[in-house]
């Protein structure tokens, strides 16, 4: 069973990771995962979950996060709960904090030493700025969470309120405030960047009905009602288009502004534009299994397989922390207890120690990265699965291409007609029309339109395909072959074996070859350009699998100077040889596979990374592949390669920024050299700033 729990207010992605850690220890729970970029929560169970339970969720977040609102109801969107009020209580609390702090260093400039009304005013702030941090920290203690930064804020401002550091223990909280603040409100903005990458969700849909035309949710049409879709509108479902002529834009589906001719008959995708002409679209898909919530949800809930790198920050910090809490309690008492040091010097310094110590930029700022890279792909047209799939593309050395339909158009001609002796042309091509009357293989098709005859019905028996052979029939009590061949040859008829270039395909009836047909598949118009980007970016290898005959292969090989290729392969030599490719790599090095989505799913389960290609509205693809390109350019790959590739300098940029200066800040800390204002910058600003940098991604 799975749920979705809609959450507010939920910025913090340490406290995410606790409330999952909570959520997963739960008996009922099969799997659940916080996704602080969507905030929601994902709960897979054996049965659908009661409404006690659902409050033991809500319980279970709000001992985390007490000002996120869960909401255990299914939501509309419309009716969640807006973030400013929230934002709006914190500044207030910040701005009454700040007053206090500085009438207190007012009085305290007037009247050097501390009044009672001097204390009693910085009390007062310290209470209004960080009485709920330190509820926070009281309450993870008695649930047996010591370490977070609700803690070391907590110790380092109590521990200055202990030796006298009143002004310092209260600005720190307010700074401490602050920052908090500004990066809840940079999280915020991020996501709303993200979501913006994904505004193409239509919200009303116009349907015929008996009493007239209305205006209702996409999400209550059913199967078979009429939808009218005027110029300048979004297609709200898929369908069929029924009547009307018009250009669609599908940009918002992938990322190419170029306009598509929709006509009677032909399939309208939801998410797409109306440009010019009023439609008439019959329902095909409910709302829910639409080609734009597909997409959405791909694209939203991608955020759920994390990177290794957010793995590898979250445990960082699981460890990290602890060890600096115990470094700051070396330095509070080892010196003034063994060296005869002044105790509330060293105190300072170790509560000092512990502001900087706060890992806030790396567990922020990690996710955002990966999350606005896969938004920044799919913007592009490029759906990624997860931010696993996203780092793992940055590690491709090689990419392997099927043929057919990913670096050729996969729109077979006839480019002429080899008969045998003293069969005609008409003959050789008629015959083997009727053998491919019912197939609907592209070489079959074209084989039926250079027929440029209505093919005669006629009956045919014991028909048979062959995997990656051909057609086996019986036609007026006789065999018919058509096929490559391989066929013919396992079925002992001599022929005359062509070498031209192209697709071969060999008739044979009644025991005698009547010939060959040769058909070509031109190459994509970008395929040379892709292939060009793809050594760019530091591809090691690309390499081709097919199932057509070697001189086609070659040829096809040699224009897009491939490193390899392989011929006349069955899908599963293709498995075969993709593992053989794997185990001959380091292991560093991965491997991507480019199909068809359908044809190839057993490839694009082996690779380390399969990517689908042309899979507008293919739920096979989507099923099949981790990465789904959504047109039917092999240049898309190298997009998404250089947007993995910024992703991750921009995740290592952070990484090295943030360890570089608290280790910098916790060496001068230690020694004396900088106050709990810098240790403030330290903490708030490192986070800050890397915030912003992985804002980078999305833009």
């Known amino acids: 069973m799975h749920r979705t729990i809609k959450t507010a207010g939920l910025n913090c992605p340490n406290c995410a990771g606790k409330i999952e850690q909570a959520i997963n220890q739960l008996t009922w729970i099969q799997t659940a995962s916080v996704n602080i970029a969507t905030q929601e929560i994902t709960l897979q169970t054996s049965e659908t979950p009661t409404q006690d339970q659902l409050k033991e969720i809500q319980q279970i977040v709000l001992s985390y996060e007490p000002d996120v609102t869960v909401y255990i109801e299914p939501q509309s969107q419309d009716s969640l709960e807006s973030l400013e009020p929230q934002q709006k209580n914190k500044l207030i609390q910040i701005i009454s904090a700040s007053l206090l702090l500085a009438i207190g260093v007012f009085l305290l400039y007037k009247a050097p030493g501390f009044s009672r009304l001097t204390f009693i005013l910085l009390l007062m702030a310290y209470l209004i700025a960080g009485l709920d941090v330190i509820l926070a920290a009281l309450k993870n203690i008695m649930r047996g969470v010591w370490f977070d930064e609700h803690f070391l804020m907590a110790v380092a401002t109590l521990g200055a309120f202990a030796i006298g550091e009143y002004v310092e223990a209260v600005a720190v909280m307010v700074f401490y405030k602050v ?38 949710s996409p999400e209550n049409v059913q199967i078979g009602e ?44 939801s998410g797409c534009i109306n440009q010019t002409g009023l439609l008439r679209i019959r329902v095909t898909e409910l709302y829910q299994d639409s080609t734009v919530r597909k997409i959405i949800d791909l694209v939203e809930h991608a955020a759920n397989r994390k990177a290794p790198t957010e793995r590898l920050m979250t445990k960082f910090s699981k460890y990290y922390t602890p060890i600096v809490v115990f470094i700051a309690l070396f330095l509070a008492v080892i010196p003034p207890l063994f060296l005869q040091q002044d105790w509330s010097e060293w105190l300072r310094r170790a509560c000092t120690f512990l502001v900087i110590s706060c890992p806030c930029a790396l567990v922020i700022s990690i996710p955002l990265t990966f999350y606005g890279g896969i938004g920044a792909a799919s913007k592009q047209g490029v759906l990624v699965k997860g931010g ?57 098709e074209s084989i039926r339109q250079a027929y440029h005859q209505e093919v005669a019905s006629v009956s045919l028996d014991q028909i048979e395909e062959v995997a990656g052979k051909g057609l086996r029939v019986q036609y007026q009590g006789h065999s018919l072959l058509v096929g490559n061949a391989t066929l013919l040859e396992e079925a002992g008829v001599s022929f005359n074996p062509c070498n031209d270039s192209g697709t071969k395909v060999y008739v044979a009836y009644k025991g005698q070859s009547l010939g060959v047909i040769v058909i070509d598949d031109a190459l994509k118009p970008d395929s040379i350009t892709a292939i060009d980007q793809l050594r760019t970016l530091g591809i090691d290898q690309c390499i081709m699998l097919t199932g057509d005959n070697e001189q086609t292969a070659q040829s096809t090989a040699k224009t897009l100077e491939l490193d390899r290729y392989y011929a006349q392969l069955l899908p599963e030599d293709k498995v075969l040889l993709m593992e053989q490719i794997s185990k001959d790599l380091p292991i560093d090095h991965k491997v991507a596979f480019v199909g068809d989505g359908i044809n190839d799913a057993p490839v694009l389960a082996r690779a380390d990374l399969g990517v689908a290609m042309g899979a507008l509205g293919s739920d096979a693809a989507i099923e099949a592949a981790d990465i789904v ?19 991750k300098r921009i995740a290592y940029q952070n990484i090295l920024f943030a360890l570089g200066v608290k280790l910098l800040f916790l060496i001068l800390g230690a020694l004396g050299l900088t106050s709990m204002w810098l240790a403030v910058f330290a903490d708030v600003g490192v986070a800050l700033i890397a915030v912003f940098n992985a804002r980078r991604m999305i833009r």
């Open 226 to 269: 009429i939808l009218q879709v005027r110029p300048g509108e979004k297609i709200p479902l898929d369908g069929e288009v029924l009547e009307g002529e018009s250009q669609v834009d599908t940009s918002a589906l992938t990322g190419e502004s170029r306009l598509t001719r929709l006509t009677p008959g032909d399939t309208a995708l």
């Open 179 to 216: 920052g908090e603040y500004f990066q809840d409100a940079a999280v915020d903005q991020s996501r709303a960047s993200i979501t913006a990458l994904m505004d193409i969700q239509p919200t009303i849909a116009r349907v015929e009905r008996a009493s007239g035309t209305i205006e209702i």
């Open 629 to 647: 390109l959504m047109t039917d350019e092999p240049s898309k790959l190298a997009q998404a390669i250089q947007i993995s590739q910024k992703t």
């Open 388 to 444: 696993n799939y996203l780092e793992a593309l940055s590690q491709v050395r090689t990419v392997v291409f099927d043929k057919t339909g990913t670096l050729t158009a996969g729109q077979f001609q006839v480019r002429h007609l080899i008969p045998a002796e003293g069969i005609s042309q008409e003959q050789l091509l008629e015959l083997a029309a009727i053998a491919e009357q019912h197939s609907n293989h592209p070489i079959a």
